[in-house]
């Protein structure tokens, strides 16, 4: 009985090869074990002489030197910045959620207030709503959003510790989607910034990726709460980008002083758009 490969369907030679000789894969194939796994992982993505250690070092210790070598061409020993931003970003993401973080809206039960007659959801950027002694009140939102607002909390007033939980949850949730529109709105900044050096869109993601990448390993540093974690933390992001940005873009000082506030102002409108967004969407679907 011939053999044939799995994956091209090509006939195999008898002996059988350890290899298709046309596509290259394994021909003796069986189920894969957790032991499999774990060495394909640690040997091929986390070993010392892997591509990950590479990467996190130019990413923490040269900001802007992972662009300055993907847009060479110089790509094959490196984490692709898609991938990097992904396998960064997911593991913040699930730190977050596991271990609490820093928020922008606030979705919690009034502890001074009797059988949780009381509450209230903070979204500090736009206004507030939320109940007291069991009656809704909602300032500075529009319309439809209080409407919706009150039929998720005009209820039993012990459900809104269940409310604040799940939202928790939400938020984090949909954080990482969000991250999704911040990124194509910083790289397009970047661009308008840069006009007159005649990149492309593409090049300014690249730098995008790289950089959002290390604002999430920040993001990381404040997740203990713990202020000689979270002030060198939240300090490095804007010398990062700065440093990150004369090694890419090149360029006087002052000039580019210019161009990061600009980027800065355009992003940081649209960062309020996002977690405003995020957040109305996790309050109210």
């Known amino acids: 009985m011939r053999h044939a490969c799995a994956n091209c369907s090509a006939a195999l030679p008898e002996p059988r090869p350890d ?7 394994e021909t003796d194939l069986k189920p894969p074990t957790l032991r499999e796994f774990a060495q ?43 991938r990097l931003y992904l396998t960064v970003s997911v593991l913040t993401l699930l730190l977050l959620r596991t271990a609490g973080g820093p928020m922008s809206v606030n979705l919690v039960p009034d502890a001074q207030a009797p059988a949780l007659r009381s509450g209230r959801v903070s979204l500090q950027v736009l ?3 939320g109940l007291k002694d069991g009656v809704f009140y909602c300032h500075r939102l529009p319309g439809w959003v209080c409407q919706r607002l009150k039929r998720r909390l005009d209820v039993d007033p012990r459900a809104l510790a269940l409310q604040a939980a799940a939202f928790k949850d939400r938020f984090t949730n949909n954080l990482g989607g969000g991250m999704f529109l911040l990124l194509p709105g910083f790289a397009l900044w970047m661009k308008l910034a840069y006009c007159n050096r005649r990149l492309r869109y593409a090049e300014h993601l690249v730098f995008a990726l790289h950089i959002h990448a290390f604002w999430f390993l920040a993001l990381a540093f404040t997740v203990p709460d713990r202020l000689w974690l979270s002030i060198p933390a939240f300090t490095a992001v804007p010398w990062y980008t700065f440093v990150a940005m004369r090694r890419v873009y090149g360029g006087r000082r002052w000039p580019r002083l210019l161009r990061g506030l600009l980027v800065s102002l355009l992003y940081g ?6 977690l405003t967004g995020t957040a109305l969407w996790s309050l109210l679907m």
């Not at 290899?19 to 894969?25: A, D, S, Y």
């Not at 091929?44 to 590479?54: D, F, I, N, V």
């Open 19 to 25: 290899f298709c000789p046309r596509c290259g894969q």
């Open 127 to 129: 206004g507030n709503a």
């Open 269 to 274: 409108l649209t960062l309020v758009l996002v």
């Open 40 to 82: 394909q992982f640690g040997g091929a993505y986390l070993s010392t002489e892997g591509a990950l250690w590479r990467t996190l070092k130019l990413l923490l210790f040269k900001p802007g030197e992972l662009t300055v070598q993907y847009l060479a061409g110089r790509r094959k020993h490196y984490v692709l910045p898609l």
